[in-house]
């Protein structure tokens, strides 16, 4: 049974700028592409085991020492004509690497990697969300209740040396989440794209 990986990666209240593509000569754009970059804070523990694989719990502020590190993210939105329903989906993925000097011995993947160790660690973060929300409001400010669900994926790839050698060995962790919030755009001029507020 693999436990779900706690880590800190994003805000609770996440602010961004939209990048239009407008399909539409309307003053609302119905279809919005925006990339954004992301900061994001390692931290908390991950067990990789399977159900043949035991293996030790990872502590990726002990273990590895990851630093906090930028990513990217591309999110598509869509708003009905009238502007009461909008559709997104968004992605977001994070790399780290590090190489470092175990303090103690892990097993991994059915590889066990001594204490004193050299370790390279290859960490990679993947979010995959679908959001909906239902709003009221007018052509400058329209807010209503939001709903998301998504899929937060865990890859961690090790590479070092063990008493039968060098080896590698990877392993991942998903974990399941939904969250209910609320939706808000501000659109203070047709001159002016808008932002939006997801509160979680």
Known sequence: MRKPLVLSFSMIMVLAFIISVRAQSSDQPK?????????????GQANFSGTTDSGSTIDFARDFDFHNEFGFAVRYTY???????????DYDSTNWERNTTLSRTIVFEGVTYTANANLDGNLKLQTFRAMYSYRWGNDKVRIGPMVDVGVVKTSLNLTGTTNSGTRSAEGSSSKFAATIGYDLDYTPSSKF????????
Not at 31 to 43: C, H, K
Request: net charge positive.
């Open 31 to 43: 279809n919005e592409i925006e990339v954004r970059g992301t900061y994001s804070i390692p931290s």
């Open 79 to 89: 708003r009905s004509s009238n502007g009461k329903h909008k559709i997104g989906a």
């Open 193 to 200: 794209i808008s932002f939006t507020i997801w509160v979680q």
